[in-house]
Every structure is written in C-alpha cells, then in structure tokens.
C-alpha cells in the first residue's frame, strides 16, 4: 500500500545516475548533492553548474484580461516590461504579507508565472479566488521540466551545445530578457548571483540536456549548494526570509514594488507601513567561528531584538553569513545568540557575492 | 556503502571509540559524516573537562546542520584534535583517522560494553 509517493521530475533517474543524494523537498525527491556540496558550489561560482529546478510551477496567464489580472494580483506592474521580459515580484495578501515570490515572463500574447513549489496550491487557490471579473484562464504546466545552468561558463558552454535560434538566445540574451523557439523557453535568469540562463523545455529535452551538459563538462547541483549561493548573493528563500506576515519593505524587496496610480492587492497596508515604520533585512557577517541559522536570536547593542532569518556557511568567504530581520537602522556591530553563547557579528548590506566577486558593504 | 570498521565500538548517536591503553579515541562514524554533509566547523570540549558516557562534548556543524556530539564513554578529556580548527573536512574525508575528535582517558573500561559492536551498528543503520 502507498500511502504517499513523492513526485519526480524527468530526470530523477538522471541524479541517481550521478550519484545524487536525494531527499523530500516540498512533497519532490530532488537531490541535495552529488558528493560534495561545497565543491558544487565553487563549480558555480569558478565555471558552471546545471541544476534541475522542474519541482518548480509554471502557470500561464491568458486571455483579454490578463494584464488587467495581473495588475491588480502582483506588487510589482506589468507595465514596466515590454514582452520577452521578466519581472521580479511578490503576490501580496490583503495585510501586504508575502504570499509568494514569484517571476513573471511577459510574452507577445499572455504572461507565464513560475513560482515556489511548497506554496503552489496556495498560489493556485488565491489567484483563482482574485480571477473573478477577469477574462483570464489560468492554466498550470506540470508537463514543463525547468534547468537553471548558472556560472561565468555557463552560457558559453550550453551555445556550444544548441544551434539555431536557441544558442542564439543563450548567446545574445541581456539580463532579465527571454526568447521563446518551439516549446522552448530561455530566459537569462537565475538564483545564484553568476551569469546563466534558465530553461523551461519538455522533459524529453530535459533529459537530452542534462546528459550533454553533463558531458561538456557542467557540473551537477543539489538544492544544498542551491541555497548556499542564493544567500551569498543576497536572494531571498520563500518561507525563510519571508512568509505570508511578512511584507516586501521588511524583506528588502522594496525595489519589486511599484507604487504608481493602479490598485494592487495589499497596496494600502503597505502604504500605512511605509508611514509607520517596520523591521528590515539586513545581512550579518559572523566574525569568529560557528555557524548563523535561522531563528536564532539577534541583539542590537541599544537592547532591542531582531532573528536570523536564514544562516549559513558561505564557501566563497570562509565564514558564517546570515540574513536578519531587525529594528530600522541597525548599523555596525551586533550581538547573536547561538547554543546560549552570544558571538558577534557584522551588519551588511547584501549581496555578500556577485559574479565571483565578494561585493558587500558594512553598514 | 558507509565503512564501519569491526575493530572499534559505536554509540547510537553515531560516534565511535578506539581503546588503547586505557585511552578512548572519539570521533564520529562514517555514514555520520555522510549524513551530515560538508563539515564546516567543529566544536570541541576542553582538555581536563570530566565527562560522564552520554554527556554532550562538542557539536559538528555542516553547511546544512549542527548535530551535537557526545562522549560515549566516561572519564577525563585528555586530548583534543586541534587541526579539525582549520581543516573540519578532515571529520569528512578520514572520519575514522585524521577526523578525531577528542581523547578520553576512561574511568571504566567495563563501560565498552554498553557500546554497540559493528555489525550491532550496521544493523541500526538499516533499520533507521
């Protein structure tokens, strides 16, 4: 009798054939390494990396009322992106709490979303409940396996790989900007800080790709090494960084919300926030040894109290780094509290990593 | 596969002890290290801290978790493995030579007996 059985993606055989260490992430068997984390995570950083992203949902948006939907659902406005862009943005309940993060893809007729696989069902339920009045058809598409392939190699080696319109893309792609070529969609997007593109194709592909990368020389990468670098280059991790209590200004996506003259859903409890002030996200450098996690509690020198958010080992620094969420204005240097010892550490502006580049600014 | 080598005695919490003349050498087991990933900092007791079998006497943090380590064996810390404060990949790459944690010079050696032998481990493992 099975009484749960995790979803896997087209190229489960594919991380097992790799030697890829599997373990439940939001209901999907997906690998956290392959061997070693760290050394994932310095192949992303020195040369390129391909990680298997296909637990992530894709929705389509179509119909008349798209851009009108879409508008009114999103923080950040459509409008400020031609199509063949992408727009970073939170969906927003009605406090300005975080619902999900998500990317928008503008097309020439409709709009794809691809958001967060723990909170699908949330995101699937509340954008059907805000779809009335509008002529729009939401249209999830599970059949769609996504691979990110991120690092300063990454798209030179993939258009070595691809002809036509595609190496193209990947070749001649600015930041942010998509192309779309048969069921091929390549976007030069990413969760690492490094150059690279993301690619949603159909699983046959998927599997074609992952075993060329996979032979040019890209190394494979788990969902370990996937949240070491997201966190040196400052990207926030849904349900760690911020939740649905949680509004954009207090997650430092300030910059994802555009406030111009249209109705968004959470639009006025972010404006009685920005008058009455909130916490903010900073990043913290740990100065001696040990580890940042999340929760653990962090002690501003005027007594007041802020939490680690999401913590880790950063490869490319050597030390501890950390996202918190404290009083406005910390500055300086800060108390943490870890295994009741309390250590000090830094207040940064993140990001901590860019492009191989350690780019943070102590505050 | 995790090498679990005969000759040494295992904790439930997955540390192991060797015993030579009257000294336990602690460290933690290989499917340990497997499990825990990239150690990237270790923790360790202080030589001359007095412990009793089960006490927590350090932790292991990986680039994922920290998991805390305790003595499987009672008596005085008399060693600790100080070049795991550079290199904790040692705990990773020889878990069982290099990758030591700390020595404990026993109280009662009878207190082996309570640790598991290593196919009593292995058969944890495959039951967990």
Not at chain 1, 34 to 46: L, P
Not at chain 1, 320 to 348: C, H, M, W, Y
Request: glycine share 10%; proline share 4%; with cysteine.
């Amino acid at each position: 009798m099975v009484l749960f059985m995790a979803h896997r993606t087209a190229l489960y055989d594919a991380h097992l054939a790799a030697g890829g260490k599997m373990v439940d992430f939001g209901g999907w068997d997906m690998p956290i390494n392959y061997g070693s984390q760290i050394e994932e995570h310095h192949a992303v950083r020195q040369n390129a990396g391909v990680f298997d992203v296909s637990h992530m949902t894709v929705v389509d948006i179509a119909g008349a009322g798209a851009r009108d939907y879409l508008r009114q659902l999103l923080a950040n406005d459509v409008d400020r992106i031609d199509p063949g862009r992408a727009l970073y943005t939170g969906m927003l309940n009605d406090n300005g709490g975080v619902i999900d993060d998500l990317i928008v893809y503008k097309q020439d007729n409709g709009y794809r979303l691809v958001v967060n696989c723990a909170t699908r069902e949330t995101d699937l339920d509340w954008m059907e409940k805000q779809a009335g009045g509008f002529a729009v058809d939401i249209h999830e598409r599970p059949e769609l396996a996504m691979l990110a392939i991120q690092g300063p190699k990454a798209r030179e080696t993939l258009a070595e790989l691809l002809s036509g319109a595609r190496a193209e893309a990947v070749s001649s792609l600015k930041i942010f900007a998509f192309a779309q070529d048969g069921d091929w969609m390549i976007a030069r997007t990413g969760y690492t800080g490094e150059d690279g593109v993301e690619i949603m194709l159909p699983n046959a592909d998927a599997v074609t790709l992952w075993g060329q990368l996979l032979a040019a020389g890209v190394a494979p990468i788990g969902l370990g090494a996937r949240d070491t670098l997201r966190l040196e280059a400052g990207l926030n991790l849904y349900g760690n960084d911020m939740d649905n209590t949680i509004t954009p200004w207090e997650a430092n996506m300030g910059w994802t919300v555009m406030l111009n003259d249209r109705e968004f859903i959470g639009r006025q409890p972010l404006l009685n926030q920005q008058e009455n002030g909130h916490a903010e996200q900073v990043g913290l450098i740990l100065e001696g040894k040990g580890v940042l996690r999340a929760h653990q509690k962090v002690l501003m020198p005027n007594g007041e109290e802020g939490e680690i958010t999401s913590g880790t080992f950063s490869p490319t620094l050597g030390k501890s780094i950390a996202l918190a969420r404290l009083p406005a204005g910390a500055t300086g240097k800060v108390d943490v509290e870890i295994r009741n010892k309390r250590q000090a550490a830094q207040v940064v502006k993140p990001p901590f990593v860019r492009n191989g580049e350690v780019v943070y600014k102590e505050l | 596969m995790s090498e679990i080598p005969a000759e040494l005695r295992y904790a439930a919490s997955h540390e192991w002890a060797k015993v030579e003349d009257g000294v336990a050498t602690v460290g933690i087991s290989d499917h340990a290290q497997d499990a825990m990933g990239d150690l990237v900092y270790v923790e360790l007791p202080e030589v001359g801290q007095v412990v009793a079998a089960g006490d927590e006497t350090g932790v292991v943090e990986s680039v994922k978790a920290a998991s805390d380590i305790y003595s499987p064996v009672s008596g005085e810390i008399v060693e600790i493995n100080e070049a795991l404060e550079d290199e904790p990949e040692l705990v990773n790459n020889v878990p069982y030579e290099g990758g030591w944690l700390f020595k404990v010079q026993l109280t009662d050696e009878g207190e082996l007996d309570n640790l598991l032998t290593a196919d009593q481990y292995q058969a944890q493992i495959d039951s967990e």
